[in-house]
């Protein structure tokens, strides 16, 4: 059944996914559920992944180029503060650029506000990204490195940074994906080149000064040193802060605007 929501306003589009906040948690909770259902070790990959990674760059940087480690130290609670929450960005980029076309069925089938679906993305891998705190927690404990009382404020502020912009690109890319299906493999190839143009590895105080704005300008990268700024505090810069909620917000107006632009024609193709 399809209804007329692509002519809602933007505050009844909100107030028709308010509407549905208990149905949307439902498909939250079902999503990590049909997610690790044939895995045998379920929810402990959600530790295990970005942890075997963080082993691995861990090593590599700690052991072959021991004398040149490009972070703070300890480097693997550097690490692991930088991987988690760019495993929740990755997951989530992936995953919501093939949001409306893997629930089309439902799609056709139900009244639900369409931007469930992409939202569901975010949320459910937002909570695989709490769900891995414990582990930075443990490393936190074995290395005894002391957390900063800026944390109770940073940590919510980046998660609710990071969650702004990715409802911005996942609104985006879940109908321009449906027009330009190639767009998928542009997606994953740009999201292996973001992952080393972002601070993930290294620290930007390890960069020429003359280069250092390209990352400034890079909202993902200040979101990421504010995630690590509960840890090492010098990486809390607010200017920056104030920049990457800016541009967060402007790319959530224009993905969801592009999203409400589009989805009359992307549900002609589902």
């Known amino acids: 059944m399809v209804d007329s929501s692509y002519t809602r306003s933007p505050w009844a589009r909100v107030r028709a996914i308010w509407g549905v906040r208990k149905i949307f948690l439902l498909l939250v909770r079902?999503?990590?559920?049909?997610?690790?259902a044939n895995s045998v070790l379920g929810y402990v990959?959600?530790?295990?992944?970005?942890l075997l990674m963080s082993l691995v760059y861990w090593a590599i940087f700690s052991m072959l180029f021991a004398r040149d480690v490009p972070g703070d130290e300890p480097y693997i609670v550097f690490l692991l503060a930088g991987m988690l929450p760019w495993q929740w960005f990755n997951s989530t980029v992936s995953q919501s650029s093939k949001a409306l076309r893997s629930s089309s069925r439902l799609i056709r089938s139900t009244n639900l506000p369409r931007e469930i679906w992409v939202l569901r993305v975010v949320a459910s891998n937002a909570v695989e990204y709490v769900f891995a705190l414990p582990v930075l927690a443990g490393?936190?404990?074995?290395?005894?490195?002391?957390?900063?009382?800026?944390?109770?404020?940073?940590?919510?502020?980046?998660?609710?940074?990071?969650?702004?912009?990715?409802?911005?690109?996942?609104f985006a890319l879940s109908v321009l994906t449906v027009l330009v299906p190639d767009l998928n493999r542009v997606v994953q190839i740009f999201l292996r080149l973001f992952f080393y143009a972002s601070p993930v590895l290294y620290t930007t105080t390890r960069l020429p000064e003359d280069i250092r704005w390209v990352y400034v300008a890079n909202p993902v990268a200040d979101i990421l040193q504010l995630f690590r700024s509960g840890i090492f505090p010098h990486y809390l810069n607010w200017l920056h802060v104030g920049y990457a909620a800016a541009v967060s917000v402007a790319i959530l107006a224009f993905g969801w605007w592009i999203f409400a632009r589009l989805e009359r024609t992307v549900l002609k193709e589902l």
């Open 30 to 36: 079902r999503d990590l559920k049909v997610r690790y």
């Open 45 to 50: 990959w959600t530790v295990l992944d970005p």
């Open 139 to 170: 490393f936190l404990i074995a290395f005894q490195v002391p957390l900063h009382w800026n944390m109770l404020i940073t940590l919510p502020l980046a998660m609710l940074l990071m969650a702004t912009l990715l409802c911005g690109i996942g």
